[in-house]
Structures are given as C-alpha cells and as structure tokens.
C-alpha cells in the first residue's frame, strides 16, 4: 500500500527553494505572456483603421512599427527567460538528488529499501538508477512547468475579459474545453498513474539487472551463464518494453485527445463569427475578428498545456509515491524529501538565487576515556540470529580481542556499535555521553573501522588512502610503516601514485586489508575497529601487523587509541588487554 501525500504542498516546497530564481523566471515569463495581449490588440486597430472603423486615430505604418517593437521585446525576453529556466531547473533537481541520497545512505546496511512498505520485494543498486534518472527528471520538469502554466493562466484571464467585453459567446466556446480537459484527467486518474508506475517498476527490474550483471561478470563466466542471463534480459527488456508503450501511447491519446477537444471548440468558434460578420447588424468588427484569432493561438496552447500539466501532475504523484516508500525507515515525512538544503553549486545560481555557501562543520569531540556498551540486542529480521544483550566497557588505549566460533555474533556486535545495523535495543556511552546516532557519532576522527572486505575505488592508492583526508607526508608514511604496508609500497614502480583498478583488483587480498588498515590509522582516531583483518595474511606478516598496532599505543604519547578487534588470532589473544568471547550471540563467561 502506497501512501498518500499531498503533491501540490511537495511542489511548493521545491518552488520555494529557489524563490528568488523562481520570481525572476516568472517575472521574465509573465512579460512573455503579457506581451502577445499588446500584440493583439495592435493587430487588432491596424485592421480596424484599414476598415475605417478605428478607435485610435494613427497611421497603419505607426501600429506595423509597433509591433516589430514589441515583436523584438519577446524575442529578448524569451531568450533571458530561457537562462532563467535552465537555472530554476538544475537547481530543482539537484535539491531532489541531494536529499535523495542523503536519505538513503542514513539507511543501515541491514535495512532493505523496498518499493512498498508491505512489500517484500526489495530494492537493487541498479534499480536506485532510476529513481535518480526518470522519477527526479519528471519532477523537474513538472515544477519548471509551474512558472510558465501561471504566465500562460494571467494571459488567458487577460485575454478572457478583452474577448468578454467584445463577444462573450465566442469568448466561451474558446473556454469552454479547459472544463472538458479537467473532467477528463480525473476520469483518467487512475489508469494515468497505474501505467506511470507499471513502467517505472519495469525499468527498475532492468536497470536492477544490469546492476548486478557488471558486478558479478566473473561468477557469470565460471559458471557459463552468460545464455541464461542474456535470456532473463531479454524478458525484463520486453517486459519494460510493454509497459513502457503502453505508458507513452496513454499519454500521445491524452495529448492528442487535448487537443482535439480545443480544436472543436476553435472550429465552433470560428463558424459562429463568420456567422456574425455576415449579419450586417453584428458588432463584431474585422479587427475583432483578428483579435480573436491572434489570441486563439495563445489561448489554445494554454488549454493543451494545462490538460498537460494535471496529466503529468497524476504521473508525478507516483513519482513522490515511490521516492517516498524506497526511504521508508529513513525519513520520518514526505516534506523531508524537499527539505531546503546548501547544495554548494558553483556558477549555477547566477545573480538570481544565491544559497549559503556553508564550510562542513568541524568535529569536536573529546577524548575518549571509556566506551561503554549496555545490553546491545539485534536480531536480523525474520529470524531469531543475532545478538542479545551484550554487555563489555573498553578503557582508553586498551587493545581488546572479540573471538568466537563463526556465526557466534562477532560482526554484528561491531555493526550494531558503529550504526551500520540499526540499534534495536542497549545503550552505548562514550564516556558518560549516551550515544543516540552511533552512525552518525562513530565516524573520524571519533572512530575508524575496517571491515572483512574493504571497499575501494578505481583511483591511485594514495586517493584510496586518503579519501580527501588532509595530512602530511610523515602521517602518511607512518600509518604504512604501522600497517606492515611500506615494503609493498617500494616494490610498486608508481609507489602511492599507483592505480588499484576496479575494486583494488590490482593488489592482492593481503595489500588490500594493510591498505585499508592504513587509510584508517591515517585519520588517527580514538578508537579502532578492525574486522577480521588478517584473513588473506601469512602467519609472519599477521604477527607483525599485531605487533606493530600494539607499538602505537605505546610509542605515542599524543594519540592513545583504543583498539577493538575480531581474531582468532591466539597470539593476540595472549597479549590483549581483554578478550571478548562470544557464543551464539551472548557473551560468553569463562
């Protein structure tokens, strides 16, 4: 089940994000729509004076020179509307995209993000693409709509009491299909929006799929898939196909339905005043005439726009709809998706929309003393594993060992600390200070964490390292020399300039680990989780390693960190301050 939000305050939220570009791009747009109604109505007294029934006593060649004038003003005004528009838009959808992704890495790694709450279909990375791509371009282009569908309305009402005053009958058969449009649209509601998100979940199962084709070429090889996964292509391709038509020949039969119903009126119209200017007695004269047909134009394609535009509004909802259930478990309301937010864009909001250029804030955090953690529970979701009540406290510079049978909890332990599983149950204190965002709190330089599998990035290895840490030449060396790292470092003609590739597919499982080891004692925080990080180790490096990590915690007098690792290691065993035994997610008592 869906939920259901209201799109028009969603729309407004957005609009006002950028509210002094969005006043210059509707400014700029209302003399684009206001100038056609002097257009017109020069139009309108040159042909009155040609007849000789006119009310304003110039010469024809006076209203020609007027209207290339205010001919030539559109044409500016429309090209610096059009700066204004592109600007407007960028700005829309990168507030969309931001708060998007924000919302999304809040989400702990245990939480799935699945298109609907009651669904248990769950949500692939590839799949994300689509939100970013087709739900986010929807939207923008819906909210850039709003300035020019307010522009084309103040013309239409202008235009509207002009024809009023002149002819009301032809007036309303020219207004008449703006009522047959909006009947219409809601009549069709719930088809628009049921083929809108047929296809956008369609074009997720692709996207999903090829996803997970590049990140698992090599299993796909060994195991000779590639007929199989090509066929299941193949199927989701023509799938989204499907819906996909489907999706876009509803829209063409609305657009064109649209029109068609102006079209009627305009023929209907046009019969009636040729009507009138037969019957000598009609007060319509041939400037009027052409009043009409000038505004026709104008007036026609605000109809069609606005079926248009609550067509796409329909389409749009789902959009929302959909954004809206993926962040389920991290987003407490649907405003959050629109939250104003800095996007620290360079050179896109001109001299028309200038959002704070905030510096990211600064980490203050004291010294860690004590780290206490009380009656920590996690059970994984649908099962009964996990962890329960575990209870241990790390003193400052203290180098502790968790242990324990595979499966016993040891990983999850950690997750649950750092945030990366959400926290169901205990309490965490640094110090005497309660934890309550330990995803947000456990990061540099509070805390640094090195996972089994360390992840890495297709740049040199000194980025890797760094991830736009700033230190020095000595820190850098040091954290290698403490990793065990610096004779890999020699035997490498790039040194730290050396490209990793896809993943680090270009260093071994081992240089990997000590890497990552590194790119966390670099950041020199005060406490350091380590994961199992000597599993692709020889016996010899992995003894060295311990060695060398228990030296910084008696070499340095500045930095004293705490030291929290998962090994099985019994020489580290030996030498740790504590050893944290787990059993089937319990602490086990010896």
């Not at 001109?350 to 009656?375: A, F, M, N, V, W």
């Not at 997750?415 to 205990?426: D, F, K, S, T």
Request: with cysteine; hydrophobic share 45%; net charge neutral.
């Amino acid at each position: 089940m869906t939920k259901k939000i209201n799109i028009w305050q969603l729309l407004w939220q957005l609009i006002r994000y950028a509210f002094k570009l969005y006043l210059a791009d509707a400014f700029f747009w209302l003399f684009i729509a206001g100038l056609p109604i002097l257009s017109g109505l020069i139009i309108r007294e040159f042909f009155n004076s040609i007849t000789e029934k006119h009310q304003v006593y110039l010469s024809p060649w006076i209203f020609i020179v007027l209207l290339i004038v205010v001919g030539i003003g559109r044409v500016i005004f429309i090209f610096i509307g059009r700066v204004t528009k592109t600007q407007h838009r960028f700005t829309m959808s990168a507030l969309l995209r931001n708060n998007l992704l924000q919302a999304i890495i809040k989400l702990p790694d245990a939480t799935a993000m699945r298109t609907e709450k009651e669904s248990h279909n769950t949500i692939g990375l590839g799949e994300i693409i689509s939100y970013f791509r087709d739900d986010i371009t929807l939207l923008e282009d819906i909210v850039v709509g709003t300035s020019e569908l307010f522009d084309a309305g103040i013309f239409a009402c202008m235009a509207l009491v002009i024809l009023a005053s002149i002819n009301w009958q032809m007036t309303a058969f020219i207004f008449l299909p703006v009522v047959v449009i909006i009947l219409f649209i809601h009549k069709m509601e719930i088809r628009i929006k049921r083929y809108r998100r047929a296809s956008r979940m369609t074009t997720e199962k692709v996207t999903g799929l090829i996803g997970e084709i590049f990140n698992s070429i090599q299993a796909i090889k060994i195991s000779g898939a590639e007929n199989s996964v090509i066929s299941y292509f193949q199927y989701l391709s023509k799938q989204r196909h499907k819906t996909m038509l489907a999706d876009q020949l509803l829209t063409a039969i609305l657009n064109s339905s649209f029109q068609n119903i102006v079209n009627l009126g305009t023929g209907i119209m046009l019969l009636f005043a040729a009507n009138i200017i037969q019957n000598k007695n009609g007060s319509l004269t041939v400037g009027d005439f052409s009043l009409f047909v000038y505004y026709l134009a104008f007036i026609t394609d605000f109809v069609t726009y606005l079926g248009d535009f609550i067509a796409t509004s329909k389409q749009a909802e789902v959009s929302f709809e959909r954004m809206i259930n993926l962040l389920e478990n991290s987003i407490n309301s649907s405003d959050e998706l629109v939250a104003h937010q800095p996007l620290y864009l360079n050179n896109i909001q001109g001299k028309y929309c200038h959002l704070p250029k905030l510096e990211p804030p600064q980490q203050t955090h004291p010294r860690l003393q004590e780290l206490t953690i009380k009656s920590l529970t996690y059970h994984y979701q649908g099962s009964k594993q996990g962890i329960e009540n575990i209870n241990f406290c790390l003193q400052r510079g203290s180098l502790n060992v968790m242990t324990g049978d595979i499966g016993a909890g040891k990983t999850t332990v950690l997750g649950v600390l750092l945030g990366v599983l959400p926290l169901q149950a205990g309490e965490i204190y640094w110090n005497d200070r309660l934890v309550n965002h330990p995803a947000s709190f456990f990061i540099p330089p509070r805390s640094a964490y090195t996972p089994q599998i360390p992840h890495f990035f297709s740049q040199s290895l000194r980025d890797n390292l760094l991830l736009g840490w700033q230190t020095t030449k000595h820190e850098i060396e040091k954290s290698l020399e403490y990793s065990v790292f610096t004779e890999d470092i020699a035997t490498m003609p790039l040194g730290l300039d050396t490209p990793v590739g896809y993943k680090g597919v270009r260093l071994s499982g081992g240089q990997l680990q000590r890497a990552a080891i590194a790119r966390a004692l670099i950041r020199q925080p005060e406490l350091l989780v380590f994961d199992d990080i000597s599993s692709a180790l020889d016996i010899q490096t992995e003894i060295k390693l311990y060695q060398r990590l228990r030296d910084i915690q008696i070499a340095n007098s500045e930095w004293q960190p705490t030291i929290l690792i998962v090994s099985h290691n019994q020489w580290l065993c030996d030498r740790a301050d504590q050893v944290i035994t787990l059993d089937r997610g319990h602490i086990r008592n010896d």
